[in-house]
Structure formats: C-alpha cells, structure tokens
C-alpha cells in the first residue's frame, strides 16, 4: 500500500523558513513526478513545487519561485520543499502527493494527475 507521510510544518513569522519533509513508502521510488501542493481555507488546491524523481527535473508555481526549493533523497525515499522567506499569503495545509509514474512534463500541477496524497501538513505565517 502506497503511503505518504509529511512532516515539518509549524508557525513562523514572515520572512522566516521552514523545510517540509514527504517520506514515501509501498513502491519503487523511480521515475514518478512528486511534490507538494497547498490548500488556503477557501480556495483551490494548488501546485506549489514538483520534481521528476528520475531525473531530477523541477516545476515550480510562479509564486514561489526564487523561496522555494524542491529536491529528493532517493536512499531514504523522501522529497523536501526548503521554503524561505516566508510570507503571509504561503499560510495553507501543504500535501504530498506522487503520480502513478512518468514524467509530467507541461502539466506538473493538474491535481488529478496524482493518484497517492500524504494528510496534510499545516504551514502558518504570520505577518
């Protein structure tokens, strides 16, 4: 069975970082678009950062770029999203989540591409 377990959220000030962790178990950690989304009460998921675990390609969401980053550890199958310079507007329940497999080139944010979702991690800043 598929798993997928965040941690690393919490509450900082803006202009403060935070690295969130997504540690994947029950399949091969190969070749499998895979990163985070995020969620703000009251509003649409959306795609925050993705990497493409075979060959480390990365998509980021315009808003984040240049604050985030996106890389994997493919030994202890997990992706983190270091977050810096935090703002007011990145407060939202942050996921993981995992495509079946393949890359997602051109399309790396279409929730519905993603089959394997983590709980959920709450990031709060505040101003």
């Known amino acids: 069975q598929v798993q997928l377990v965040e941690s690393g959220g919490g509450s900082v000030q803006a202009g403060g970082s935070l690295r969130l962790s997504c540690i994947a178990s029950?399949?091969?950690?190969?070749?499998?678009?895979m990163g985070w989304f995020r969620q703000a009460l009251g509003k649409e998921r959306e795609g925050v950062a993705i990497?493409?675990?075979?060959?480390?390609?990365?998509y980021y969401a315009d808003s984040v770029k240049g604050r985030f980053t996106i890389s994997q550890d493919n030994a202890k199958n997990t992706v983190y999203l270091q977050m810096n310079n935090l703002e007011p507007e990145d407060t939202a329940m942050y996921y993981c989540?995992?495509?079946?497999?393949?890359?997602?080139?051109?399309?790396?944010?279409?929730?519905?591409?993603?089959?394997?979702w983590g709980q959920g991690t709450q990031v709060t800043v505040s101003s």
């Open positions: 989540a995992a495509n079946e497999g393949g890359n997602c080139y051109g399309r790396p944010f279409r929730v519905y591409d993603y089959t394997y």
């Open positions: 029950g399949y091969t950690y190969t070749q499998r678009c």
């Open positions: 990497i493409y675990t075979g060959y480390g390609i990365t």
